[in-house]
């Protein structure tokens, strides 16, 4: 009982669970997602104290400023993965310890509003790549070290999109929980 309630905090709306078929809609769905996650981010945390962001969202977990940074973190490395492929042949892209950049003085302590303005520019840019991808565009892929896999940018769209509602659900659930 115990690990399902932990899972249900580590992982609020599910671990991303990839489609059959990546179709036009889905991808025009999940690109829509990426699109607005920087709004839907920033309406749920730009009134929140500063001690409200300092908490952590679960025992062990990160706090909210740590997410909202850990987002700008992942995002932006995305964004460099999708060009790397689009510019390479099956690059094998740079692993990053997330763990270790989210403990990082920046991460721990700095405002939230330079990181929420950064993603919106970072969000806007993502979207307008993504949504000048051409069926072969989608169909090219990166290696990653850790996993030692190969995956697709239309994979990435999917996961990323998962990504920023995985977080911001994170965020929505234990506001919730605390009454915020």
């Not at 990653?144 to 990504?163: D, M």
Request: a negative charge; aromatic letters at 12%.
């Amino acid at each position: 009982m115990e690990n399902t309630a932990l899972e249900k905090l580590r992982y609020p709306i599910g671990k991303f669970i990839a489609p059959e078929i990546y179709s036009s809609d889905y991808l025009t769905n999940k690109i829509a997602e990426i699109a607005h996650f920087p709004e839907r981010l920033k309406r749920e945390v730009i009134h929140l104290t500063e001690e409200q962001l300092d908490t952590p969202y679960r025992n062990g977990g990160w706090t909210i400023r740590q997410v909202i940074h850990h987002c700008s973190d992942s995002h932006m490395n995305c964004f460099i993965r999708i060009k790397w492929t689009l510019t390479e042949d099956k690059p094998v892209i740079k692993f990053y310890h997330e763990d270790r950049w989210a403990e990082m003085h920046d991460n721990l302590t700095m405002p939230i509003q330079a990181t929420l303005s950064f993603l919106e520019g970072l969000h806007f840019r993502l979207a307008y790549l993504m949504n000048s991808l051409s069926e072969a565009d989608l169909e090219k892929s990166f290696i990653h070290p850790e996993h030692n896999a190969e995956f697709q940018l239309k994979e990435i769209i999917g996961t990323y999109a998962w990504h920023g509602n995985h977080h911001l659900a994170h965020i929505t659930e234990f506001k919730k929980q605390k009454g915020w």
